[in-house]
């Protein structure tokens, strides 16, 4: 199945959320899950502006229609966070320093390094809505965050996908030196989360030691994906490639 069919179809299989409930968050949790949620929603609400461009100079008219899809789930992840946090009565939040920082970074270059930064919150983003998710018994909450995780893992593997592509003619040592920067920027980003989202997670009970250890295992797995030697099948069109950005 092409990626443009996957997030035509995952916008229709969706997790029923049970709305009609009443939000009963644990008293430990509720004021570190307001904090904390405040500071990934403005990271999930961005227009994708810059990116759909980029996707535009590939010429692939499927690969731009999945971006656009991939675009809109992550906008449905905002508004998921919009509501919850105003089921708790919190305002939401109109800018993050941190969202501006990877805004910043994913703007440097062209379609390829914009995809490996955009992929080092979205590998984040996988342990910190598990650990939300395992950390509360309330089924509102639960819900939401099961979604955003089933997402996430599309996300990771739809961008895996086209940068194991992209990177194919790349020399060896130049895979090498592109997978360790990758890599101080995603443990540099990994600190971040960390401190900024410490109550949180403790309150879900997972300690900084797990936390890191759990990322770093997600990393590994995403690298090993795009740098993998052997060329697969193109599940989108041909021509995005290398040259395109």
Not at 57 to 81: N, T
Not at 89 to 98: D, Q
Request: aromatic share 8%; net charge positive; hydrophobic share 45%.
């Amino acid at each position: 199945m092409s990626w443009l069919n996957y997030f035509k179809q995952n916008r229709v299989d969706r997790r029923a959320v049970p709305w009609r409930r009443k939000l009963k968050v644990e008293a430990r949790l509720e004021m570190p899950l307001i904090r904390s949620l405040k500071r990934f929603q403005v990271g999930e609400s961005g227009d994708g502006r810059h990116l759909k461009a980029s996707a535009r100079l590939s010429g692939d008219k499927e690969y731009i229609e999945a971006i656009d899809l991939f675009i809109a789930e992550e906008q449905e992840h905002a508004r998921l966070m919009a509501r919850l946090l105003k089921r708790m009565g919190a305002t939401l939040l109109e800018s993050h320093w941190s969202d501006r920082v990877f805004i910043s970074l994913r703007r440097a270059l062209g379609l390829r390094t914009e995809l490996m930064v955009l992929l080092v919150p979205e590998m984040i983003a996988k342990r910190y809505f598990r650990a939300l998710h395992d950390g509360t018994k309330d089924p509102i909450l639960r819900a939401v965050f099961d979604q955003i995780c089933r997402d996430e893992d599309g996300h990771v593997a739809f961008h895996v996908d086209t940068l194991h592509r992209m990177l194919a003619s790349q020399s060896i040592p130049l895979r090498m030196l592109t997978r360790l920067a990758w890599r101080c920027v995603f443990r540099a980003a990994c600190l971040v989360v960390m401190l900024d989202h410490f109550s949180v997670l403790r309150a879900c009970g997972v300690s900084p030691l797990t936390f890191w250890w759990d990322c770093g295992l997600i990393f590994d797995e995403t690298s090993a994906g795009i740098f993998r030697r052997a060329p697969e099948a193109p599940v989108l069109g041909a021509r995005l490639s290398v040259e395109t950005v």
